[in-house]
Nanobody, 127 residues
């Protein structure tokens, strides 16, 4: 089992940057593929980015590709989401998530692949 604690987020003007971090407990962090999701008011939760156990493979939603970067540090049990060129439509509660997997190169964009979730953090982008 893994517990996820998020940090970062906040309020930023359009065009600005924010960095989200997610710290995982336990000594088996490298056994988990990781993902970031977001949920805006009145909308369904959507995948933003995901990364494989080793960090060798990544996935980005079309809406954030080229602006967001997901990374992980298995030595520090952390996964991060660097968000650049933020736009008002990026406003949402962001969640990190962990998926226990035997496949080192797999990335998952579907939320039902993830059993463990962080507490969520608000990102607000003003125009």
């Amino acid at each position: 089992q893994v517990q996820l604690v998020q940090s970062g987020g906040g309020l930023v003007q359009a065009g600005g940057s924010l960095r989200l971090s997610c710290a995982a407990s336990g000594r088996t962090f490298s056994s988990y593929a990781m993902g970031w999701f977001r949920q805006a008011p009145g909308k369904e939760r959507e995948s933003v980015a995901s990364i494989s156990r080793t960090g060798s493979n990544t996935y980005y939603a079309d809406s954030v590709a080229g602006r967001f970067t997901i990374s992980r540090d298995n030595a520090k049990n952390t996964v991060s989401l660097q968000m650049n060129s933020l736009q008002p439509e990026d406003t949402a509660v962001y969640y990190c998530a962990a998926s226990l997997t035997s496949y080192s190169g797999s990335v998952y964009s579907r939320s039902d692949y993830y059993a463990y979730w962080g507490q969520g953090t608000q990102v607000t982008v003003s125009s």
